[in-house]
């Protein structure tokens, strides 16, 4: 049995206040769950002040990027190392609006997903198609070359330290969502894929979320899927309303 996974991306929202207060009640709503892993992604500002409320708790917080190299004179970036300082134990690479607003190519995320695993963060790899590759019918295509791109050089004794998240880029923020039955079909690529890379019981055990506008009114049947382990969650993980209706999907 793979523990489901719901984590919150907050993206460039909140103030280091609001960050704080939502944490607060996160973790006080969530103290009794143990079916499931809670991870939270906030700015980079807010991460020391989150660190402090869900310290000694089940929730995760990780870090919405990284940079590729270690340390060093350059400038405005955020290194893994200083990630773990501050409390991370993920980070978020290969986010669709990193690659898009970012140009973030696939030898930028595989050199950020070694230099996070080097230092001993959790790596949650953000893999998905455009409306136009997925009209052209090549969102397969598109998904494997993200994941094999990836994973150049990442030892399968590392696997336990990685996660995959599903984001169609055409279902991020505009209220569309994958049916339950195509985004499984993607995530049965994406585990064949990483059999062929690594092996079956290898993949077996990777956790692979959805994300693309999940809501309270969604989540329960996307779960349902087999190969469906979890949200990767934007605009619903900013209110605690939707998002305890999230991790409480089957209660």
């Not at 489901?4 to 969530?30: F, G, H, R």
């Not at 143990?34 to 708790?57: G, M, R, W």
């Not at 195509?182 to 079956?200: G, P, Q, W």
């Amino acid at each position: 049995m793979r523990t489901p996974v719901i984590a919150a991306n907050w993206k460039m929202n909140l103030t280091i206040d609001e960050a704080v207060t939502l944490a607060q009640k996160i973790t006080t709503s969530t103290a009794d769950i143990a079916d499931k892993e809670i991870i939270l992604f906030p700015s980079f500002l807010q991460i020391p002040a989150v660190s402090d409320i869900i310290k000694n708790t089940n929730i995760g917080l990780g870090g919405q990027n990284v940079y590729f190299e270690g340390i060093g004179a350059y400038t405005g970036e955020i290194a893994g190392y200083q990630l773990k300082d501050a409390g991370c134990t993920h980070v978020l690479i290969g986010h669709s609006e990193r690659r898009h607003y970012f140009h973030e190519d696939y030898e930028t995320v595989n050199k950020k997903i070694l230099q996070a695993l080097a230092c001993n963060l959790k790596v949650m790899l953000c893999v998905g198609e455009s409306l136009e590759e997925r009209e052209n019918g090549v969102t397969e295509m598109v998904v494997v070359d993200e994941l094999e791109s990836a994973f150049q050089d990442v030892g399968i004794n590392k696997l336990q330290e990685l996660y995959i998240a599903y984001e169609p880029i055409w279902a991020i923020g505009t209220g569309k969502t994958a049916t339950p039955k195509d985004a499984n079909h993607v995530h049965k690529i994406i585990r064949k894929t990483l059999t062929r890379i690594f092996n079956e019981e290898a993949a077996g055990q990777m956790r692979i979320l959805y994300g693309g506008s999940v809501k309270p009114d969604n989540i329960k049947s996307l779960m349902q899927q087999e190969d469906i382990d979890g949200a990767l969650v934007g605009g619903a993980s900013l209110l605690l309303e939707s998002f305890l209706s999230l991790v409480n999907y089957n209660r």
